[in-house]
């Protein structure tokens, strides 16, 4: 007993530590620096490129950072199995193993009140720590497709013939594969990234693919190649199909989030923001919050 009393105070000990590592607004503006968690190699959102950072996430962090008149410092996260896992890690615990230290603010946090409102088995919000606020992308599925070996894609109902690639354990994965009692799965074609499937496209092994729209934009803008194109097709059965993407801050420190709601707002009116996903070859549409 006295061991486990040991152990358990040296846990909560540690715990109070990790839980000090969480900074006040007031600490942050002293400071002059604004801590943001970006997914690290997740292009066109957060990725360094000849050992520079870029991406739509970090030029809108550098926009936000500099409307609150402090300098920004990237925290790279590799991306979890969980997005409550990268929740816990980056803003409201940190990891032990890691030596994680926590951010101010995170990208790409999801604006979902049913997610928000997500609780445990005991009844307890899986993450009551955390608050996700600032909607600044609307995001949804999108197939792009070459036109020199598909005519067009007026429905999924076309990958029973042709190859399409996906992204391996993705949603698009598992919707191709299972919908339509699973009769699109033999010319369903995995890859490790999106990156690849767009390659494998160029390389003639599948004729589309699938995957969020930003990441295909991303692709087709880099790509430069006039016979790709973008179906507009829809997703039966799918589920959620447009989604709102915002950010997170600890739940103690909300005087942040508003500041940066504010900040966020300008950027949005003014056009900033619509730019800044232009200079990537994506679409933006402004959220529904702002319009």
Known sequence: MGRFAVLLTALLLCCQTLQAQVRTYDEMIAAGELKVAVYKDFAPYSFEDG???????????????????V???????PAGEKLDDDLRDYIWRGNQLRNQQLADLMMRAPYDRDYAQK?????????????????????????????????????????????????????????????FNGMLSAKTHHYPTVAKAFAAM???????????????????????????????????????????????????????????????EGLILD??????????????EVPEMYQ
């Open 51 to 69: 050992g520079q950072p870029r991406g739509v996430d970090v030029d809108l962090a550098k926009a936000l950072a500099k409307a609150l008149g």
């Open 71 to 77: 300098r920004l410092e990237l925290i790279w996260a």
């Open 119 to 179: 609780r445990n088995e005991l009844g307890e919000l899986e993450n009551g720590h955390v608050v996700m606020f600032g909607p600044y992308q609307n995001e949804s599925w999108q197939v792009a497709y070459d036109r020199r070996r598909l005519d067009k894609v007026g429905s999924v109902a076309v990958f029973e013939h042709h190859p399409i690639g996906v992204e391996v354990d993705s949603v698009p994965s598992f919707y191709l594969t299972s919908v």
């Open 202 to 264: 160029k390389a003639g092994e599948v004729d589309a693919v699938m995957a969020m729209r930003g990441e295909i934009d991303w692709q087709v803008h880099e790509a430069s190649d006039a016979q790709l194109a973008l179906a507009e097709n829809a997703y039966p059965n799918m589920g959620k199909q447009l989604w709102e993407i915002g950010m997170a801050v600890h739940e103690s420190n909300r005087q942040l989030a508003y500041a940066v709601e504010q900040a966020l």
């Open 271 to 284: 056009g900033t923001l619509k730019a800044i996903y232009a200079e990537y070859g994506l679409r933006y």
